[in-house]
């Protein structure tokens, strides 16, 4: 590989994980893990590491020119939950960091963009079940209208500049490594924590709350996936909806008692529950099928088995 792959919000929840990955496959030189703050001692230690402010463009031009960067993830965003609390600095830095990335690649100063969206991007009036590619959107949050406005922006850049930018509709995402950044799905993640801990887990969702989730391997290989196919297969330059599985906090909770028959949830729905009831149950990813292959691995079952493993 001639060039370098630079990823930004490398210390997060899938940034994390991505860069692993990325580094066993392409060699720990080639791939340079940003963050605006550190991360993880494996982290750290595991390659080249830059810290770099998303929203900074000079700063950005700098590390792309140095370390001749040719991709870039940009896993630097606010997480819904959080950007309720802080909507402007949720607007600012969710789409000033994607100006500045779009921008590197309409300058051909990078040769590829990786930028994630969310389910999200839908909203109250959209189906909720099998919610398909092109459907009424009208997203309620903060973080919903960031996402929804930077796949119109991907789509501009891409039809515009020729940019070659590619996007995923993430589901709620399910990992061990790293603690999730503030998003309406943590719950799915803090559950198996408190129930390897002993711990009753206090819920913020309401148990009959279903929305779409996907373990982080699964979510790591359509990110690669994606990255890797050839351009004219991509037909879809905003954001491709992308699935799983579905389930509720109930759910989720049954499949942790098969193995810790013990372990008990009381729910105490929060602001979140708002936020989640906005949310599509169930997503159709028929396109992500077609156009590139898709095919996820891991449904609720195998999920709760990974993580009690890697937790207990
Ligand atoms: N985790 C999920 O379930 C999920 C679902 C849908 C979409 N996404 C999207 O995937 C991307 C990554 O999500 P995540 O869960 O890893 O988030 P996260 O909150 O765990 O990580 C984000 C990282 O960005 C860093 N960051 C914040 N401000 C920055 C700045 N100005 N410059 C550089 N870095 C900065 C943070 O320090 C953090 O390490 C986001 O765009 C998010 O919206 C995530």
Redo the contacts with the bound molecule.
């Keep these: 590989m001639k060039h370098t792959i630079l990823i ?8 994390t994980e991505l860069t692993f990955n990325l580094r066993q496959k392409y060699g720990s030189d080639k791939v340079i893990a ?4 550190e ?1 993880s001692e494996d982290l750290m230690h595991s390659g080249p590491f830059e810290i ?4 900074d463009y000079d700063a950005l031009e700098e590390v792309v020119a140095y370390y001749e960067v040719g991709e870039v993830y ?6 819904s939950a959080t950007a309720e609390k802080f909507p402007e600095r949720a607007w600012n ?2 789409m000033n ?1 994607l100006f500045n990335v779009l921008n590197l690649g309409k300058e051909k100063k990078v040769e590829r963009i990786f ?6 991007v839908f909203g109250p009036n959209t189906p909720k079940d099998q919610t398909p590619q092109h459907t009424m959107m009208e997203p309620s949050t903060v ?1 919903g209208i960031s ?1 929804l406005s930077g796949e119109r922006w991907c789509e501009y850049y891409f039809k515009k500049f020729g940019v070659d930018v590619r996007s995923v ?5 399910i990992s061990w490594k ?1 603690m ?4 309406t ?1 943590d719950y799915a993640v803090e559950i198996y924590h408190e129930a390897v801990a002993g711990n009753t887990f206090n819920c913020f969702l309401k148990g009959d709350t279903k929305l779409p989730m996907m373990y982080m391997e699964d979510a790591i290989r359509a990110t690669l996936e994606l990255m890797e196919a050839d351009a004219e297969k991509i037909r879809i330059r905003s954001s491709y909806n992308l699935a799983a599985m579905s389930f509720t906090p109930k759910e989720i909770a049954q499949s942790i008692q098969q193995r810790f028959p013990d372990f008990k949830v009381v729910y105490e729905p929060d602001y979140r529950q708002a936020i989640a009831d906005s949310w599509p149950n169930s997503i159709d990813d028929s396109l992500a099928r077609k156009d590139w292959g898709w095919t996820p691995e891991f449904d609720l079952e195998k999920t709760t088995g990974e993580m009690l493993a890697h937790l207990s």
């Design positions: 930004i919000g490398a210390c997060g929840q899938i940034g940003s963050d605006i703050r991360g770099l402010d998303a929203t940009l896993m630097a965003a606010m997480l830095l969710n960091s930028w994630p969206s969310s389910i999200a973080y996402k509709r993430y589901p709620g995402l790293t999730p950044g503030g998003g799905t």
